[in-house]
């Protein structure tokens, strides 16, 4: 209260000692061994060491600074919960390569990050690295083979909406999307695999509409074709076989110099061969 310009004080009535600079209180530590930064008399929950900015706006920070030209070289913050050198968990910025860097776990005996186990970096370009310090993507994630790389699960049963996972230790992915169930596991609908059988069991597919009325449904203004071709057609414009609609017409065309056959009862029925003629 103006009393004093600057301080230093201890009160016997509530056990506080108090560092006071410009007429008024900037330090406390309280009976508890709290220690509160910026002139609040007591800390929140859980925290021995509060840094509290007055009201009034601007910004507050916690400054660690590594004053050092060494390539390597890390400045942040450890984590633990033993009373020995032992990393729990760490945050660190990474001098030559302007990294933030996150750790979680010990690797190695001793503490300090160089025996941390890291599990996540955002490198000074912005791509996140998860399991890698080289994210390539914006969005990078290292996965072992046979592992669940993403997954997503609902708040109700706790059962998988979609995974992503890492089929094996040649690189093959898989996708899984799970149909909603009243009760119960969610029914796998969607399996999308880079190696293997892929299938989708529910709802219809609609290619170039929202709003297919088929288990297929191919929808395009003007002509609608869809195209096969095998490994001796070849790919192009003029290969394989495109069968659709030409409204008001059915569209059924073969490049290749083959037959066309009908069959039914496992019996072919009709055959027009590629020179015109039909054989029954």
Not at 5 to 19: C, E, F, K, P, V
Not at 28 to 44: L, P, V
Request: hydrophobic share 30%; aromatic share 6%.
């Amino acid at each position: 209260n103006g009393e004093f310009a600057g301080w230093l004080r201890y009160s016997h009535q509530d056990s506080n000692m108090t560092i006071g600079v410009a007429e008024n209180e900037r330090l406390r530590i309280t009976s508890g061994g709290d220690i509160c930064i910026g002139g609040q008399s007591s800390n929140y929950a859980d925290s021995p060491l509060e840094v509290r900015k007055a009201s009034g706006g601007g910004d507050v920070a916690i400054r660690v600074t590594n004053d050092t030209t060494t390539n390597g070289s890390k400045a942040g913050i450890i984590f633990t919960n033993s009373t020995g050198d032992y990393t729990s968990a760490g945050i660190a910025h990474l001098r030559n390569d302007n990294a933030l860097i996150f750790y979680n776990g010990q690797s190695a005996g001793g503490g300090g990050f160089d025996n941390a186990t890291e599990r996540l970096r955002i490198t000074s370009a912005g791509s996140v690295g998860i399991g890698t310090n080289n994210p390539s993507d914006d969005l990078s994630i290292l996965a072992t083979p046979n592992s669940l790389v993403i997954g997503c699960k609902d708040s109700t049963r706790g059962n998988h909406i979609f995974q992503l996972l890492a089929d094996d230790s040649a690189g093959n992915g898989e996708l899984r999307l799970y149909q909603n169930s009243a009760s119960g596991t969610h029914a796998k609908t969607v399996e999308i695999a880079s190696s293997g059988n892929s299938y989708i069991t529910g709802g219809n597919v609609g290619l170039g509409i929202a709003t297919p009325n088929q288990k297929l449904h191919v929808h395009s203004s003007g002509t609608s074709y869809a195209r096969f071709t095998d490994e001796s057609s070849g790919t192009g414009a003029t290969d394989g076989v495109v069968i659709g609609l030409d409204h008001p017409h059915t569209y059924v065309w073969n490049y290749e110099a083959g037959d066309f056959v009908v069959a039914t009862n496992a019996i072919e029925k009709l055959r027009i061969t590629s020179a015109g003629q039909i054989q029954q």
